[in-house]
């Protein structure tokens, strides 16, 4: 490991530690530690030294005990590299014993103490060029966080100064392992906070700085988390809170109100000389972090160290949404610890706060809420917040925020209006008082200027520049009041400002409700209209709101139509797109009629995958600011249902949490909104129900299953009694109410898994036993399944084989919808059955037969042998009757599949026997016999009639070879058949007539489809494909010795016709298994391309069957060889005797006819010469040109005879053929 690069030195570590878990034998274990540990000490070059910690690394990591004799050398061994003078070798050092503190911990503590004085003397000796202290925080944050912590008796004084300064370091996990470490030490040093000293003091109060600083500055969710964490630590301690933080408080409210794109004022951030206040044992004079540090370059508000401009406008936006958020709640966990005095000077200040602009009113609601859900006493006096909160709600005013933008658009219309004026197309009057116009009335006046504005391009562009900015300041305002007002509502709401009348307070919470695009401000109104609704419960006053609330949220909750599909039009999404599914229109959703699931699911991936997961993964550009803008400012309440789905659905899970197991009593509006519709739905509604009451229905089903992962347990317990009702209403006539009761049991059985599964496997899926049923009946328990093994994922596998048999007893309905859902949970389902272990039995009265099955069906000789039930006039060798052995088990199980074996190796054969046997065991059974088809190339299908003639008598397969040149043929075909349709047991056609007269195939339910050369219908789009996939029949069967002849996709085609879904939408296919496949020929995507074939593999594995020659040599009979002697013909003859006398000169010719085609003489003639003779011995004509020197003596001589060249009887060998 000591000439190779760092890559290598990782591969090698990694393999090492491997073998070293795998030694049974302790010393062998103990005598590679010893060697690792001898290379720790080389003094030459520090690769070989880093090689050997990387190994140590990964074997204590992975090793579940490390040799007691070696386990303080270790450790020691280590330690002594921390003093390296590389950089990587110390950092390795340290991540080399973090597994140690966690696995060893007892082996640490004993050399603790020293270990951790040696870490923060490192941190002292540190600059932030230093690579290596990011690991030297994470080793000592651990070591802090250990159980015995405490008995380090660590100096927090002394160390947190010397982590601040990697805190503002310009890299994040520097800055993220420094904030980590900040907040271990708290932790660990927790109990002794209650008794600082005035040094200590300081040292906290500079912590509380820092931490409220990177609050403001930070945008990474991580540090934004450890930092809360480490201030709620803090916070523990009144007088610690009371002491360290006053004195700043109104500076932190400043920066929690500063402009997002101005930036920081540096006066507001603390300096690196106030964070090198310290106790005397720090060397003040110590300067190495000062390039760390930032505070004299711009710094904007939730960017940290990046210009905020630079990201989406959007994106940016919400980032400082989440820090404003951030930095309340620190604030209002901390002004719940002041005392009165200083709480009511800081109800002062926030009453003091600039109320002409939207971002101090939203943050003062903000801190205020956050403060009052903290508290638990409201004695204090509030009168004068409450009327400054009432009175800003009542405020209508243009904002400090949107003040320049718009003082720049009146002077903009201004000079437009007078120019406008001059050229008389506007009234001039109404350029008098323009400081008095609003923004509606500036986009009005734009409007009515007179349209001969067009011919004027100059004033034509300033109207519409005046104009869109107008439209972007009102929008922006329109944004700005929602949430200023949203806020100050909300903290009404916490502090029990509600006055007599609510509406004030109402209307603005559930504005922004509708309209707020953003989840997180979404997310804290919906808890504060929660709470609201919880104090009107214990109103006594009147009219009590919440019915009305009740009502708009659940509105809300149902305005999105691609989330709560109309029962009268769930076929949106079909309209539009074009799928795997929309091979004909009768596959797109009507009212009555589909799968919503399966239509969504394949308009989704259409729409959501660029094809590449990795499209899934990356699918997170960063959209254009223009998009974004459009986004952010659309209030159009029609086409912003998707907010307000968002709100209603965040507002009613609080209401849920906050009502708890007393939602029943208490908000009895909101609990029977999802339950009384379902209780009432019986057996007669499911065929009666007008799509009114099923619209309601529908809007109960979607609310219930929003709220499902959000009620108390006791609740819970509720809604599982209604599984009942629920299973009947998967047998409406309607597809969206089926739709919506599949998706809520599926969402029931994350959280009730084996009560659910077991009524699904008791009462649901028995349904799709029922073939007679309609249609619509079977839909909805196979839609019940798909939900239930998608919420359920790899928890599905303890039930994977109870479920697979009611999937294979449905892949072969007639319905394609029903057909592709159940293909599509088969397949899933066969997936998780390798995981599948009995460590939870099911009570299930087929569990035998299912574990059976499924073993045959993946191990092909676990088979029953099958003895065909009739004879058959020709020898069956041992590997056809495997073949019918697998085709006989398949169709047992109503399972489609592919004989793909190599040609000559008798599929037509193995074929005819299974259709043989079938009939046989019908009429046995007393079953209707229905008839076969079998589809082949014209060329083939007489070949089809007699091989079935041939081999099995008539009484049994009886052929009917539909074909015909012309229409009238085949009419007269159709009526034979129709005239007695049991005397024909199989129809024999070609491709070309069954796409042809495909009307008449379609209405025939075959009870066998047999595609032979099955791989025609690779091409999806062609209307013979097309054709293919209308006919209707019991069991399909392709026949193709190439099943696959260019790429993978006409796999999934082949599977499409047999088992659709199996393989997932085309879309889905092409993601998981052709591209990686494709892409597999560069060398760097080999194993991703090499994964997906074998996922494939095994996925088609058990429905196709393929031998080569090579594979059955042994049963196929000798090879026969024999010749067969025939005579020439006289002009064969005459000609052979020419070439014979004249072979140079017939050399010659062959040579020069070669140069007038070639344009060069050949050195091949002696193969020419055996190319010619060949070519006479087949027949004359191949050879016989006008430029021959034998053509006219040939053609005299056939004139005579009254021959013609291209005669039969001129080849001695066609004529013995």
């Known amino acids: 490991m000591k000439r190779v690069v760092a890559p290598i030195r990782e591969t090698c570590a990694q393999t090492l530690s491997i073998i070293c878990n795998r030694l049974n034998d302790q010393p062998q274990c103990s005598t590679l530690i010893s060697i690792l540990l001898n290379l720790l000490k080389h003094n030459g070059t520090w690769e070989i030294r880093h090689g050997a910690l990387l190994t140590l690394k990964y074997t204590f990591n992975i090793l579940k005990e490390i040799p007691n004799d070696m386990q303080i050398p270790c450790v020691q061994a280590v330690r002594q590299c921390l003093k390296d003078e590389s950089d990587d070798v110390v950092a390795t050092a340290a991540a080399t014993l973090l597994p140690v503190v966690t696995h060893y911990e007892s082996v640490v503590l004993d050399c603790a103490p020293g270990l951790i004085g040696e870490l923060i003397s490192l941190l002292d000796s540190m600059d932030d060029l230093n690579s290596a202290a990011s690991s030297i925080m994470n080793l000592l944050a651990k070591l802090l966080a250990s159980n015995s912590a405490e008995k380090f008796k660590l100096s927090f004084a002394q160390v947190l100064p010397k982590i601040f300064p990697f805190c503002r370091h310009h890299t994040l996990p520097f800055r993220l392992a420094a904030i980590q470490t900040v907040m271990k030490i708290i932790e660990a040093s927790q109990s002794r906070l209650n008794s600082c000293t005035s040094e200590e003091l300081s040292v906290l109060e500079h912590t509380f700085c820092l931490l409220y600083e990177r609050s403001i500055l930070e945008s990474d969710d991580k540090i934004l988390t450890s930092i809360e964490q480490a201030w709620n630590i803090l916070c ?98 901390l002004f719940t610890h002041y005392d009165q005095q200083q709480s009511n000077d800081v109800l002062n200040y926030i009453k003091c706060l600039n109320y002409r602009s939207a971002v101090q009113r939203m943050v003062a609601g903000m801190i205020a809420s956050e403060w009052a859900k903290n508290m638990s006493d409201f004695s204090m006096n509030t009168n ?57 009335h500036i986009i009005e006046l734009c409007d009515n200027v007179h349209p001969s504005i067009e011919s004027h391009a100059q004033l034509n562009g300033q109207k519409q520049n005046i104009r869109d900015e107008a439209q972007r300041i009102q929008n922006e305002s329109e944004i700005l009041a929602l949430r200023s007002t949203a806020y100050l509502a909300s903290a009404c709401v916490y502090w029990h400002f509600l006055g007599d009348q609510l509406n004030p307070l109402i209307r603005p919470l559930m504005d922004a409700l509708k309209k707020e695009l953003d989840p997180q401000i979404q997310n804290d109104i919906a808890h504060a209209i929660a709470d609201l609704i919880w ?23 149902c305005a999105d139509s691609d989330e709560t599909p109309h029962v009268t039009n769930p076929s949106r999404f079909a309209e539009s797109n074009e799928t795997s599914i929309n091979v004909n229109e009768e596959y797109n959703c009507t009212i009555l009629k589909g799968i919503y699931t399966w239509q969504k699911t394949n308009s989704d991936d259409t729409t959501k995958i660029p094809l590449n997961r990795d499209s899934s993964t990356d699918s997170t550009s960063t959209p254009s600011s223009n998009n974004s803008n459009a986004k952010k400012f659309n209030f159009d309440a029609p086409n912003n249902t998707d907010c307000a789905r968002h709100g209603g659905q965040c507002a009613l899970s609080a209401i849920f949490h906050r009502f708890g197991a007393e939602i029943q009593s208490k908000l009895p509006d909101l609990y029977n909104r999802t339950v009384i519709d379902i209780e009432q739905f019986n057996d007669e509604l499911c065929q009666t129900q007008s799509t009114t009451d099923a619209q309601c229905l529908a809007d109960t089903l979607q609310i219930l299953t929003i709220l499902i992962p959000h009620v108390h347990e006791t609740i819970l317990n509720n809604y599982l009694n209604l599984l009942p009702n629920l299973s009947r209403c998967l047998s409406s006539k309607y597809t969206v109410i089926r739709f919506f009761t599949a998706r809520c049991i599926g969402i029931l059985s994350i959280y009730k898994t084996d009560y659910v599964l077991q009524f699904i496997i008791d009462s649901i899926l028995p349904k799709l036993t029922n073939t007679n049923m309609d249609t619509s009946y079977l839909q909805g328990p196979i839609e019940t399944l798909y939900h239930v093994i998608d919420k359920q994922a790899l928890n599905i596998v303890p039930y994977a084989k109870h479920l697979m048999l009611p999937c294979i007893q449905t892949m072969t309905h007639q319905d394609w919808y029903i057909r592709s859902i159940a293909s599509n949970c088969f397949a899933v389902l066969i997936k998780y059955y390798a995981l599948y ?27 029953p042998v099958y003895h065909l039930p009739m004879p058959i006039k020709a020898d069956i060798r041992p590997y056809q009757h495997d073949g019918i052995n697998w085709l006989m088990f398949l169709k047992r199980y109503n399972l489609s599949c592919v004989l793909a074996d190599d040609m000559g190796l008798g599929k037509t054969l193995q074929t005819i026997c299974v259709l043989a046997a079938d009939i046989v065991e019908r009429r046995k059974e007393n079953f209707e016999i229905r008839p076969s088809l079998v589809v082949s190339p014209p060329t083939l299908t007489r070949h089809w009639t007699s ?15 539909y074909s015909g040149k012309n229409l009238a043929e085949r009419e007269g075909l159709r009526i034979k058949y129709f005239q007695n349709p049991k005397e024909y047991t199989v129809i024999v056609a070609s491709y070309d007539v069954v796409r042809s007269d495909i009307t008449f195939f379609s209405t025939i339910p075959f009870n066998y489809c047999v595609l032979d050369e099955g791989h025609v219908i690779r091409n999806s789009k062609t209307k013979l494909s097309k054709a293919i996939r209308q006919i209707s029949a019991a069991h399909r069967l392709i026949l193709s010795g190439t099943p696959i002849q260019n790429n993978a996709l006409e796999l999934w085609k082949l599977f499409d016709f047999l ?18 496949l494709l892409a597999s020929s560069r060398d760097r995507d080999l194993e991703y391309g090499q994964l997906a074939m074998d996922v494939l593999h095994k996925q088609v594995k058990p429905f196709m069957l393929r031998r080569l020659k090579s594979d059955v040599l042994d049963d196929l009979p000798p090879k026969i060889l024999q010749d067969y002697y025939c005579d020439l013909s006289s002009i064969q003859c005459m000609l052979y005797e020419d070439f014979a006398n004249k072979t140079k000169e017939q050399v010659k010719y062959v040579n020069d006819e070669s140069t007038n085609q070639n344009g060069n003489s050949s050195t091949g003639h002696v193969f020419k010469a055996l190319q010619y003779l060949r070519k006479l011995c087949n027949h004359p004509s191949l050879i016989l040109t006008p430029e021959h020197p034998k053509w006219l003596s040939v053609q005299n001589e056939l004139k005579e005879s009254q021959i013609n060249l291209n005669d039969i009887r001129l080849s001695g060998k066609l004529l013995a053929l």
């Open 236 to 333: 523990q301690s009144n007088t610690i809170v009371q002491q360290c933080t006053f004195s700043s408080y109104q500076r932190w409210i400043c920066l929690s109100v500063h402009p997002a794109k101005v930036p920081i004022n540096p006066t507001l951030l603390l300096n690196d000389e106030q964070i090198q206040q310290t106790p005397p044992v720090i060397d003040n004079d110590d300067k190495r972090y000062l390039s760390s540090s930032t505070t004299n370059n711009h710094q904007y508000l939730a960017m940290g160290f990046t210009v905020c401009h630079q990201e989406a406008p959007l994106e940016q936006d919400r980032t400082v949404i989440k820090c404003r958020r951030l930095a309340a709640r620190l604030l209002g966990q």
């Open 384 to 440: 004068i917040l409450q009327e400054r909160f009432h009175n800003a709600l009542n405020e209508t005013l243009y904002f400090d925020e949107i003040a320049p933008s718009f003082t720049k658009l009146k002077r903009d219309f201004t000079s437009f209006m007078y120019e406008c004026a001059k050229q008389r197309l506007c009234n001039p009057q109404s350029i008098e008082a323009v400081e008095l116009h609003s923004v509606d």
């Open 535 to 557: 104090q009107c419960t214990q109103r006594t006053t009147s009219p009590n709101p919440n019915s009305k609330i009740i009502k708009n949220l659940c509105s809300y909750v």
């Open 837 to 863: 272990n009995d460590d939870k039995p099911i009570e299930h009265t087929n569990g035998t037969e299912n574990e059976n099955f499924l073993e045959q069906l993946f191990d092909n000789t676990k088979m």
């Open 947 to 961: 091989e079935m003639n041939k081999f099995v008598s008539d009484d049994i397969l009886r052929p009917l070879l």
């Open 1059 to 1076: 088992m659709p879904g199996y393989l997932g939408s085309e879309k889905q296919f092409i993601r998981r298994y052709q591209k990686p």
